[in-house]
């Protein structure tokens, strides 16, 4: 364990200021997570629309199977 001179104690306060507000911001975001968890809304978006590009072709594609870009037209 080192000794540090009295003038790092200013810094030393900044430090541990810092540690404390690490500390508080990761429990409230592992609060969150479990609230999330514990109250099974249902989501508000669907993040999978089949109508997006990435669904329209097979998964995964053959290698060297599009000449050109694939492009999502509007039918």
Do not use: C
Request: charged share 10%; glycine share 2%.
């Amino acid at each position: 364990y080192s000794d540090y001179p009295d003038s790092y104690s200013s810094w030393n306060m900044i430090s541990s200021l810092g540690s404390y507000l690490s500390l508080v911001a990761m429990m409230i975001f592992i609060l969150m997570i479990l609230e999330a968890f514990v109250s099974k809304r249902v989501s508000m978006f669907n993040m999978s629309m089949p109508s997006s590009i990435e669904w329209q072709h097979p998964m995964p594609p053959a290698d060297h199977s599009y000449d050109d870009t694939p492009l999502l037209a509007n039918y």
